[in-house]
């Protein structure tokens, strides 16, 4: 393959399977070729995931989006009181998880606002009624920022407060929550917020727990390059430290009724970029999500050739990116995925939530 000067001995270097530096990645961001990045991409994901593009049969559940954060980039959360703000009871929940496909799915995945008043055993009645209710399902419940929320009003500190889930149906953790690890940008988009170092001592903690977890990073606010970059390197460090990682999943931001709303949305050139550049430097992950509710399905669908090799789910309700503006559906039947996939050359494989089972479809 030919590639443009600017990435020769990055080229070389993901030949021989060699990991790539903080320099290499600052690089590949100031590159104009984004085909040749792709390309790269694509050889480190094909050499860990062959042809095989999975998806998984999901739905998710938002049970509050009352806040105590109000994070700059989020237009989903609201203050107790405020007009459209809800706290959904236990018996809402189980019809919610119940009314696509009478609950007969292969994972929930859970997250919400960190609700001022809502007890600890609140969510363990959640995880319990959810558990009692559809037993083969997993429960991926709780950002890491969910976690230090809950470790706080248990009182029981981090260690407990996790096994005290998991005794009640915890399964595995989100991704969400990282946004950028950057404390400078950090504090300009979510100043409220645990700090990166907290949000990767939770993950660090509830991997030693033997919970696995998703990583995110949200990109197109403020972040810089060297922001992005940072944080892959810390997220690589500590999936060298634990292994406990399942996937990656870049997260374009989405402005829309948020107080960022000046900024303007990603494009499909950015979205793809932070996608392969991830695949390119996250060379201890097995999995790179390209999350089709914030691409959009027709970047995530390309994205299959950019180093992705997971599209997410069905998902059926999503209300945090689309209270931002997304003009995604909130759900995609199975056969949508499929076909996205196999149009692309790729095949489709339906998978659980710790890529245990697969099965080709
Ligand atoms: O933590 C909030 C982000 C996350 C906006 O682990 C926004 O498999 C864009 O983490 N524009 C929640 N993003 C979603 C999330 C997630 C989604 C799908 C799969 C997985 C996984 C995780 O959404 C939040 C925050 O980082 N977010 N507001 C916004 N305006
Ligand atoms: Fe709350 Fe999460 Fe929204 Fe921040 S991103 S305001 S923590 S719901």
């Given at each position: ?174 991704g ?38 998703n990583?995110t ?30 996937a990656?999943i870049p997260l374009a ?18 979205d793809?970029?932070?996608l ?12 790179i999500k390209a999350y089709w509710i914030m691409m959009g399905?027709?970047i995530s669908?390309?994205s299959?050739?950019?180093?992705a090799?997971d599209m997410d789910g069905?998902v059926?309700?999503e209300?945090?990116t689309?209270?931002?503006?997304a003009?995604t ?33």
């Amino acid at each position: 393959m030919k590639l443009h000067p600017s990435l020769e001995s990055i080229g070389q270097k993901v030949g021989k399977g060699e990991r790539l530096s903080h320099e290499d990645g600052l690089s590949l961001f100031r590159s104009p070729d984004l085909l040749s990045i792709g390309a790269l991409a694509n050889i480190v994901r094909e050499r860990k995931n062959g042809n095989r593009a999975y998806f998984i049969n999901n739905r998710h559940i938002n049970p509050t989006n009352i806040c105590k954060n109000r994070c700059k980039f989020c237009a989903f959360s609201k203050t107790s009181g405020e007009e459209g703000a809800y706290t959904m009871g236990l018996e809402e929940i189980l019809k919610a998880a119940s009314d696509y496909n009478n609950g007969n799915v292969s994972e929930f995945h859970i997250v919400g606002g960190l609700h001022p008043d809502l007890p600890f055993r609140f969510y363990e009645d959640m995880l319990k009624a959810l558990k009692r209710r559809f037993p083969a399902v997993h429960i991926q419940a709780f950002t890491a920022v969910e976690i230090a929320y809950l470790a706080e009003i248990s009182h029981l500190g981090l260690g407990k407060t996790l096994g005290r889930l998991r005794e009640a149906g915890l399964g595995s953790m989100p991704g969400g929550g990282a946004e950028i690890f950057s404390p400078s940008t950090r504090k300009k988009i979510c100043p409220e917020k645990i700090t990166g170092d907290e949000w990767l001592q939770i993950m660090e903690t509830a991997h030693g727990l033997g919970i696995r977890t998703n990583a995110t990073m949200l990109y197109g606010h403020l972040e810089s390059m060297e922001d992005c970059v940072d944080h892959l390197l810390r997220l690589r460090e500590l999936q060298d430290k634990t292994g406990g990682f399942l996937a990656f999943i870049p997260l374009a931001f989405h402005p829309k009724n948020t107080d960022l709303e000046t900024v303007r949305s990603t494009t499909g050139q950015l979205d793809l970029r932070v996608l392969s550049i991830s695949r390119l430097m996250l060379d201890n992950f097995d999995h790179i999500k390209a999350y089709w509710i914030m691409m959009g399905p027709k970047i995530s669908q390309l994205s299959l050739l950019f180093g992705a090799d997971d599209m997410d789910g069905t998902v059926v309700e999503e209300k945090i990116t689309h209270a931002a503006g997304a003009e995604t559906e909130e759900f995609t039947a199975k056969q949508t995925l499929m076909d996205l996939i196999r149009e692309t050359g790729r095949e489709p494989y339906e998978r659980d939530t710790l890529y245990q089972k697969m099965v080709k479809v």
